[in-house]
């Protein structure tokens, strides 16, 4: 999937990787999309509802091992 913007959250626990992923996202402009890489197990479903609390959307979630991407489209 392509993507404007990368974020590597590896490593950080909540709230950081939500945290980050807002002041990037805050950088964007409407229709980019920002591609997140997080370690923390809690960050699928915080990203979950972070999308659907900002309107931005979640366009994909994928897990390998025990790393976590997500790409989110800024509203």
Not at 2 to 26: H, S, T, V
Not at 30 to 44: F, H, W, Y
Not at 48 to 72: C, D, P, R, V
């Amino acid at each position: 999937m392509n993507f404007d913007k990368e974020l590597d959250a590896k490593g950080l626990n909540c709230p950081l990787p939500i945290l980050r992923a807002k002041k990037a996202l805050a950088e964007m402009t409407s229709g980019q999309v920002l591609r997140i890489m997080a370690t923390d197990p809690g960050s699928v479903k915080d990203f979950a509802a972070f999308a659907k609390q900002t309107g931005n959307e979640l366009l994909s979630t994928a897990e390998q091992g025990k790393e976590f991407e997500f790409y989110i489209k800024r509203k």
